[in-house]
């Protein structure tokens, strides 16, 4: 497991490659995330937000979520971490807006900005 390094500020952008535990802020509130999963089977991407990335994930991939049940295994390739969740909600639709695949593989392609 990699170590997830203490950030401030919003949002927190990050990806690419590994997904955050649930982690605190330094004031010690939970922190928020916005991410993009991408599948392994069908080439389709899913925009959701949760409290604990790893954990999403899992549920994702045991076809726990009505949207991505039987289109697994994903992994997450875009996070953005928030301080409040309605912020992460907020992102999650603005991205879900956008409904166009080249705007989505944009965003993961500008890789981590921290």
Do not use: C
Request: charge should be positive; avoid cysteine.
């Amino acid at each position: 497991m990699l170590k997830w390094p203490k950030f401030r500020g919003l949002p927190i952008r990050s990806g690419l490659g590994y997904s955050p535990a649930k982690s605190r802020n330094d004031h010690g509130f939970d922190m928020f995330y916005t991410y993009v999963l991408s599948s392994l089977k069908t080439d389709m991407f899913y925009v959701g937000s949760t409290e604990d990335i790893e954990k999403r994930l899992i549920r994702h991939n045991k076809d726990r979520s009505k949207f991505t049940k039987g289109k697994g295994p994903w992994k997450v390739v875009y996070f953005e971490q928030f301080e409040i969740r309605a912020v992460a909600i907020k992102r999650e639709f603005e991205i879900k807006s956008w409904k166009s695949r080249k705007a989505i593989e944009s965003l993961i392609s500008r890789g981590p900005v921290v």
